[in-house]
């Protein structure tokens, strides 16, 4: 494969989404799109604000060989370099529909591109409970399913009932029993594309649910350095130890690389101070697995996502 898109591909494309009325933007720095506020330039990202424009994107993508990457909020995303990619965005896809109610629990079907602050804040405005967890959890239900993604002692996967897919050209629903689901993993592929996902939320106490709420803020507050821009917990924890102690006790707080720092506060935190870009903290997670593999014999796993293409 060639080191970068051929320009006749890119303008092939670029003309079928201005022919299919599609939202897009050529050469968008992606340091605007992700939560470290650091990336390279896509040559083009687009937003489908349907299921439909997200099928007809990706067909032309197959069909024309153009590698793609489908993004939510890009908050567990390091973008390294985008030449041979572009980018879908799911940020238009944020449709929820709610069911009526079957005794005291409700259904609702909401699209992959959805923040989980937006289906938390509208269940809650109907009486509904169980997806308090999500509370200051920055991603899209579609990357936080593939990652099953959790907090406040809850995970997406708990209320799941369902998810749809686009196979084949359709939308597949598939339970969630035939889904396997584990501490941030999936049995999800990455090159699956979700479209939207069904749950099921239970009616309950919304005054003693925000009172939760507001004790996980004041946690979050207090163990997380909120003011800089981050992608969350960089790794995962390990079975005996949480990753953010086992780089503390390895006397790595505060370790910075250009403008990238392992934060004094949460040492699972690579933070941005200004002025980063992807290679500097890339860097720092390379640092932090080298000393982490040399002094304890262990090998930590990234949560986050590297994407160098």
Not at 90 to 96: A, H, S
Not at 167 to 196: H, M, N, P
């Amino acid at each position: 494969m060639s080191d970068s898109i051929s320009e006749t591909k890119l303008a092939n494309h670029k003309q079928f989404l201005i022919d299919s009325k599609i939202e897009h933007a050529e050469n968008y720095d992606m340091s605007n799109y992700s939560s470290w506020k650091v990336g390279p330039i896509t040559r083009i990202i687009s937003y489908p604000k349907n299921l439909v424009e997200l099928k007809i994107i990706i067909e032309n993508l197959i069909k024309a060989k153009i590698n793609y990457i489908i993004a939510g909020n890009a908050t567990n995303t390091l973008y390294i370099e985008l030449k041979k990619t572009i980018i879908i965005s799911t940020k238009k896809l944020k449709n929820i529909v709610f069911s009526d109610y079957k005794d005291t629990s409700i259904e609702i079907v909401a699209d992959c591109g959805c923040p989980l602050s937006l289906v938390l804040n509208k269940s809650l405005k109907k009486g509904l409970v169980g997806f308090e967890f999500s509370n200051g959890i920055p991603g899209t239900i579609g990357g936080a399913l593939i990652t099953n993604a959790g907090a406040n002692g809850g995970t997406i996967s708990d209320s799941l009932v369902s998810v749809f897919f686009l196979r084949g050209g359709k939308e597949v629903e598939v339970k969630k029993e035939k889904i396997e689901f584990g501490y941030r993993y999936s049995s999800i592929k990455r090159e699956d594309v979700i479209t939207r996902a069904k749950f099921i939320l239970e009616k309950g106490d919304i005054a003693k649910t925000q009172e939760k709420i507001k004790e996980f803020i004041k946690h979050r507050n207090e163990t997380q350095p909120v003011q800089f821009p981050s992608a969350g917990s960089v790794f995962m924890n390990n079975k005996n130890i949480a990753a953010g102690k086992l780089i503390q006790d390895l006397g790595l707080k505060g370790l910075t690389v250009g403008g990238a720092q392992v934060s004094e506060l949460h040492a699972n935190y690579i933070i941005n101070l200004g002025g980063a870009n992807p290679n500097d903290i890339l860097d720092l997670i390379e640092k932090i697995r080298s000393k982490s593999k040399e002094k304890l014999g262990i090998t930590l796993e990234t949560e986050v996502r590297i994407i160098d293409e």
